[in-house]
């Protein structure tokens, strides 16, 4: 494959390639005083954001980096997108200056794929609207699969803000297709029409599910993308979806708890919950950085990763 664009687009073989190169290169790195990679030396990676990140646009960075790429940070703020330029001519000006993969976050679901249909090189979806975040869900699917030894038949639990939630349609895609079991709870407002055709069940008491769950995840509520009718008040919010002391302890000896950041602490997640033995929240922005050498590895071409 030549692009990363959506979590629906990998079958199993291609998921589980993902994930067992990631564990590759982890080892490979394990110990070295020096943690890098050889492989893409003379490739560029541009990390093209048209919305804010910490995580994402960090851990692509790193990973580009680790791999010897060379990389470009572009922000959209400070760029000539202010004055009017396109995504098009910005990603044609790009790569005539030489950019062999395009990392692509914009608040346009569907932007990665019209990019991915004007530029030569690879193009990555880093986060597109409410649509995917092919990434993130690779990388969850690891920290799932480092923490509980396995995939197939796990019980997952995504809680929250479904309707804007990029990080669920993705988990909710890849989850299936490495045969976990799905549950969403969330209140009725803030899941999506389409639901029904998604391979999860549903739920919308949070306390009847937690005892059964393996993992629960937890999503952010994504004020920015609300109007303040949707805007549910924080406390009858998480007195009713947040996960607090009470509800961790219902949970299952081994169940992890998960959340993609960044948090909103004391609404879906009590601090309590976040910074306990059960969650996985640095695990997973560990986990990021593997994850996507893994992806721009896969991507570019490079060598062997044990190099
Ligand atoms: N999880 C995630 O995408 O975080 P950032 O928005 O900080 O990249």
Redesign the pocket.
């Known amino acids: 494959k030549r692009h990363l664009l959506e979590a629906a687009d990998l079958d199993r073989d291609d998921a589980t390639l993902v994930l067992d190169t990631a564990a590759q290169i982890e080892s490979a790195l394990a110990g070295r005083e020096v943690k890098k990679l050889p492989t893409l030396r003379g490739r560029t990676v541009v990390n093209l954001f048209y ?9 692509f960075e790193l990973a580009a980096k680790r791999l010897s790429a060379d990389v470009i940070n572009f922000s959209a703020k400070g760029s000539s997108v202010s004055k009017g330029e396109s995504l098009k001519d910005t990603a044609l000006t790009l790569e005539a200056m030489g950019s062999d993969a395009i990392v692509v ?1 914009h608040s346009a679901s569907g932007a990665p794929h019209r990019l991915a249909q004007w530029v030569a090189g690879s193009v990555v979806n ?2 597109d609207g409410t649509h995917e ?1 092919p990434t ?1 869900a690779l990388l969850d699917a690891y920290t799932i699969r480092q923490r509980l030894g396995r995939l197939d038949g796990v019980r997952v639990v995504i809680v929250g803000d479904v309707l804007h939630s990029r ?1 669920a349609r993705s988990n909710v895609w890849l989850l299936a297709t490495l045969g976990a079991e799905v549950t969403l709870v969330a209140p009725p407002t803030l899941l999506p029409v389409g639901v029904g055709s998604w391979p999860v069940q549903v739920s919308y008491d949070l306390d009847a599910v937690l005892p059964k769950a393996d993992v629960v995840m937890m999503l952010r509520v994504q004020g920015e993308r609300m109007n303040a009718s949707f805007f549910p008040s924080a406390r009858e919010y998480s007195r009713r979806y947040g996960l607090d002391g009470r509800r961790m302890a219902a949970l299952a000896d081994d169940a992890i708890v998960m959340h ?3 948090m909103n602490r004391g609404m879906e997640i009590a601090a309590e919950v976040a910074d306990s033995a059960r969650s996985t929240i640095v695990d997973q922005v560990g986990n ?1 950085v593997s994850v996507r050498m893994a992806v721009l590895y896969l991507l570019l071409g490079g060598a062997s990763a044990s190099e």
């Open positions: 919305e804010d990140s910490t995580r994402t646009r960090i851990s976050r880093a986060g975040h993130q990080v993609p950041g960044p990021g």
